[in-house]
Structures are given as structure tokens and as C-alpha cells.
């Protein structure tokens, strides 16, 4: 099946509240994620072999959707929303907490390895509310002011074709993204003070 083409658009903000504002007019009812610390950001640039990783081994599904994602060099941690028979369920998989509260009693232990828990909420707010606990939200994103978070399928095929282009001279710290069928929106932490914030749209092209 060939891949369609695709657009590409920059802008450039001095002003934060004026990318913020062009980011949610860009975006609509897209579903988004947004940062939880505004100054540090998630860092995209790894997001993509993270993305992959899970992919091939099983850990997520491209249906899945994103709630909140937390992105460092040495571990990940993330939240998504799938289907499960008639219901749906919140699943955390992050990296093992060995301080209290090590595991959250609103949950079920889905599977314990070297490394990596996962747990099953019934409730997004619990689900969150661990997904905090664990990672205290530095280089997090959570889905917010949103009717629906973004499928995961999206956030891979948008952030591949992000990257199609090396982000030469441009931060690659996520402060705001919304994902769609037809294309997606990336705005980006300054990398020095004195530089603007940078906003990507990548679309198909029609």
C-alpha cells in the first residue's frame, strides 16, 4: 500500500502564551498530550524507539490510547486505555517502585518482570494518581483538555514522519502535541532562553 504524501509546516513564537494559543487553534478536539512540566518538557527525540520497542515485543497495541507517557534515558513509564470485553480499563507499565507505595491497592498486578510492573485500574484518575506516584512527572506528558486521548497508532505514524527530517537547530522537548487520522501538531520547549518556541505540523498532503 503506498504511504501518502505529506506536508510539512513551521512556525516560530517569541511569545509562549502565542504558540500556545496558535497550538490549540491548530488543534481543535484533536486529541492531545501536554506536558506536565512546561519548562523541561518530554523528550520526542525518544519517544520514537520507545514507540517501536513496545511495539515488536507486544507490550502496547496500535489501538491503544495514551493517557500519559514519561520519557528519561534510563526508563519509561506510561498509561494507556484499551478494551477489555465490555469494559475499559487503565494500564500502567512502568519501571518498579521499590519505595512505598510500591504497589497501589486501587490496582491488579498484571505482570511483574526485571524491570517493569504493570498494573490494571478501573479508573483513570487511579491510574494517573500511580503513574505520578512513580514517576513524579518530570519529562511527562498527560492527555489533557482533550475529549479522547490519542490513539497510539497516531502518535507512532506522526512522530516517524516528524523525524523524516532531522530537527536541525530545533528542540526536540515536547511541550504540547495533538494527533489526528489526517495529521498532527508538535510544539517545542526552547532549547536556549533566547530562542522561540517552534511549532511542526505534518498532514496529508490534499
Not at 16 to 31: K, N, S
Not at 40 to 48: E, K, R, V, Y
Not at 76 to 101: L, N, Q, T, W
Not at 152 to 158: A, E, F, G, N, S
Request: hydrophobic share 45%; glycine share 8%.
Amino acid at each position: 500500500m503506498a504511504v501518502p504524501a505529506t506536508t510539512r509546516i513551521l512556525r516560530t513564537f517569541e511569545d509562549r502564551a502565542d504558540a500556545l494559543a496558535h497550538f490549540f487553534q491548530r488543534a481543535g478536539e484533536a486529541p492531545r498530550l501536554i506536558a506536565y512540566d512546561d519548562a523541561i518538557g518530554l523528550p520526542l527525540d525518544q519517544a520514537l524507539a520507545a514507540l517501536e520497542w513496545t511495539a515488536q515485543v507486544g507490550i502496547l497495541a496500535a489501538d491503544d490510547l495514551v493517557h500519559a507517557a514519561r520519557l528519561g534515558p534510563d526508563s519509561a513509564a506510561i498509561v494507556v486505555e484499551r478494551k477489555e470485553a465490555d469494559s475499559h480499563v487503565f494500564v500502567y507499565f512502568g519501571p518498579r517502585m521499590d519505595a512505598p507505595p510500591a504497589d497501589p491497592y486501587e490496582g491488579t498486578l498484571l505482570y511483574d518482570e526485571p524491570g517493569v510492573r504493570s498494573y490494571i485500574f478501573t479508573q483513570r484518575g487511579h491510574a494517573m494518581a500511580h503513574f505520578l506516584r512513580a514517576t513524579h512527572g518530570l519529562g511527562a506528558a498527560l492527555s489533557l483538555l482533550s475529549r479522547r486521548a490519542p490513539e497510539l497508532r497516531h502518535i507512532r505514524r506522526w512522530t516517524q514522519a516528524l523525524f523524516a527530517e532531522p530537527a536541525v537547530g530545533r528542540s526536540t522537548q515536547l511541550l504540547a502535541g495533538w494527533f489526528a487520522t489526517s495529521g498532527a501538531g508538535f510544539l517545542f520547549v526552547p532549547a536556549e532562553l533566547d530562542q522561540p518556541f517552534a511549532y511542526c505540523e505534518v498532514a496529508i498532503e490534499g
